[in-house]
């Protein structure tokens, strides 16, 4: 299981659902490609926005005795919640970017599109309203774009192991105080894993 929000993967996703080359798939303050038009495909850009990550609960933590290596292991997983705001940008005049964002909502309930999340370990647990942004110019300034923006939200399963050795205590000791009103002296063992 991962650990982290697979961006890559979404990208890949993305791309393979919208017919967008990955090149215009970009996510908050990665580095702006010159756009790359796909021959005979909607032209337009997607920019990301991974907005919130929480744990949906408190995480897990697994301790498992491996008593042929006389080993401990230890592991903690969970689930994350992240909303993924994504903005469509349409460079062609004659589709708006809204009617492609509700084209990949449709696409998203197909149970093909339910395996690709699946394979980046997310699963996709709704979407946002699609809201068109007014006004957005180019940046050459001499034209205005479509735009819309719709929220995604995903779960994803996250696990990871320690990566400090884990002991135990082997046996404890127990002395006699030194004075009568002293503590006890405990001696403990500790055996590293």
Same mark, same amino acid.
């Given at each position: $299981? ?45 920019? $990301? ?11 897990? /933590? ?18 994350? +919640?992240?909303?993924? !705001?994504?903005?469509? !940008? @349409? ?6 970017? @809204?009617?492609?964002? !509700? ?14 999340? +699946?394979?980046?370990g997310l699963a ?5 309203? /699609?809201?068109?942004? %007014?006004?957005?110019? @180019? @940046?050459?300034?001499?034209?205005? /774009?479509?735009?819309?923006? $719709?929220?995604?939200?995903l779960n994803q399963?996250?696990?990871?192991d320690s990566a400090? %050795?884990?002991?135990? /205590? !082997? ?23």
């Amino acid at each position: $299981m991962a650990t982290t929000f697979p961006r890559a993967g979404v990208r890949a996703l993305l791309a393979t659902l919208t017919g967008f080359p990955a090149s215009n798939i970009l996510f908050l303050n990665e580095p702006e490609p010159a756009f790359s038009p796909k021959a005979g495909a909607f032209k337009g850009a997607i920019r $990301m926005k991974l907005r919130t990550s929480k744990d949906s609960a408190q995480d897990e /933590i697994r301790r498992t005795w491996n008593a042929g290596t006389s080993t401990l292991t230890e592991s903690t997983g969970g689930q994350r +919640t992240h909303t993924l !705001e994504v903005r469509l !940008e @349409s460079h062609v005049a004659t589709t708006p970017a @809204s009617d492609v964002l !509700e084209e990949l909502r449709v696409r998203f309930g197909f149970t093909s599109s339910a395996a690709l999340w +699946t394979a980046q370990g997310l699963a996709l647990t709704g979407t946002g309203d /699609i809201v068109p942004i %007014p006004g957005v110019v @180019s @940046s050459t300034g001499n034209r205005e /774009i479509s735009t819309a923006v $719709m929220e995604l939200f995903l779960n994803q399963a996250v696990s990871i192991d320690s990566a400090t %050795p884990v002991g135990w /205590i !082997e046996k404890v000791n127990h002395g006699h105080p030194a004075s009568p009103g002293a503590a006890p002296v405990v001696d403990l063992v500790f055996t590293p894993a």
